[in-house]
């Protein structure tokens, strides 16, 4: 009976593992293209431990429930929000959006959201789910919003501004203290997608690189989205919303009988302590200095990447702000297609015309130096070279 159970049990562990080989893996290296990275080991470690815990009826698991608060304190005195605030545990960046959205939503009850026309895809699916309407305002030659644009599209209708603290498409940081200034005046509320740069930012100013502030310094800025399972070094799934006043997680809380709690804020019920555990520690594990020593390394390999890729004749779109290079080209979508069956991924972004390198903590000097001939190899192939 054992040996029939454990044959059973190797056979579907044989097939899962067959689905698995076909995966691009991010311990390989060979993904460049994601804003996702291999979990910490201390996050994986975490995250096993942490599996069978539901943060949707937190009295289930109170210890996990004080991990998830202090992990919202870590990330409260990281964004140096005010003690007003409140912050609310999402999957990532899509979620933290939808939720800040929604709160704005809420206050207001206007519909129209000025962002930029290079914010996230997540937007559609915002005005899709809520009804809301997006106004694209252009970005300037550096691909950043242009504030003197968005001045003249604000309307009465206009329920919330959209600002982005590193783009997904270029690592770009929108001019927030303008937008947080401007917004402030006008009573309007201002969300940042700090998604991707909100764990990037805050050490490339500590290595004295010029970037602006972008977080709840700045008068303005009502909410923060932040991804823990992008530069945070932590595991998919994991984000945090920060909103200025408490209350404002409250509009969007809803009576939940039978379970523990009496209300809950945001849109999942069920969901895993796993993740809350994964980043609380890693974040413990790293602390500001090995934060800091992370971007420091993804600057330097960025850097290089940089040089190697511009040494061959490829031109990039902007000198990158953070670890994000976009290398200018004409079929974008061919060039793409073809690493890929060379067993590297990177991103198209059509729009632009370029393809999108993110140099994550796995990627190294050496990793770059084995993918140049490939890149050189198929713009040739291509004719880009
Ligand atoms: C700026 C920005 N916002 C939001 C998101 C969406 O994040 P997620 O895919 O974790 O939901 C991304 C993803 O890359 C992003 O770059």
Not at 6 to 18: C, D, G, V
Not at 65 to 77: D, L, Q, T
Not at 296 to 301: K, L, R
Request: with cysteine.
């Amino acid at each position: 009976m054992d040996s029939l159970k454990s044959q059973k049990k190797q056979k579907i562990f044989n097939e899962l593992a067959r689905m698995q080989q076909r995966d691009f893996c991010f311990s390989s290296g060979h993904i460049l293209g994601s804003m996702c990275t291999v979990p910490h080991p201390v996050a994986r470690e975490a995250y096993m431990q942490f599996l069978e815990t539901n943060l949707g009826d937190p009295e289930l698991c109170p210890g996990t429930k004080e991990i998830e608060s202090r992990y919202i304190a870590f990330i409260s005195k990281f964004l140096h929000a005010p003690k007003t605030s409140a912050g609310q545990i999402v999957s990532g960046g899509t979620e933290g959006n939808i939720t800040a959205m929604w709160i704005a939503k809420q206050l207001s009850g206007k519909k129209e959201i000025l962002l930029p026309t290079s914010a996230h895809f997540s937007f559609q699916k915002i005005a899709s789910l809520m009804g809301m309407k997006l106004v694209e305002v252009p970005v300037t030659n550096e691909y950043v919003m242009d504030v003197s644009r968005l001045k003249k599209k604000i309307r009465k209708n206009t329920v919330a501004v959209v600002g982005l603290a590193g783009s997904t498409e270029l690592g770009t940081i929108d001019p927030i203290p303008e937008m947080s200034d401007f917004c402030f005046d006008e009573h309007i509320f201002f969300h940042v997608d700090a998604a991707f740069g909100g764990f990037v930012i805050p050490f490339l100013k500590k290595l004295h690189y010029k970037v602006p502030n972008f977080d709840f310094r700045l008068k303005g800025v009502c909410s923060i989205s932040i991804d823990s399972h992008k530069m945070g070094y932590a595991a998919i799934p994991l984000g945090t919303l920060m909103v200025r006043r408490k209350q404002w997680l409250e509009s969007i809380s809803v009576d939940s009988p039978y379970i523990s709690s009496e209300k809950q804020a945001g849109m999942l019920g069920t969901r895993s302590g796993a993740p809350v555990a994964a980043a609380y520690a890693v974040a413990q594990y790293l602390g500001q200095d090995g934060y800091k020593k992370m971007v420091e390394s993804c600057m330097d390999v960025t850097q290089y990447a940089k040089n190697r890729i511009t040494a061959l004749g490829l031109s990039l779109m902007m000198k990158p702000t953070m670890n994000v290079i976009g290398v200018r080209l004409k079929k974008p979508g061919v060039v793409v297609k073809k690493l890929s069956e060379q067993g590297w991924r990177v991103n198209k972004v059509e729009r632009l015309s370029c393809i999108r390198l993110v140099l994550m903590p796995q990627i190294t000097k050496q990793i770059i130096d084995e993918f140049i001939p490939v890149l050189q190899k198929t713009c040739e192939e291509v004719g880009e070279l």
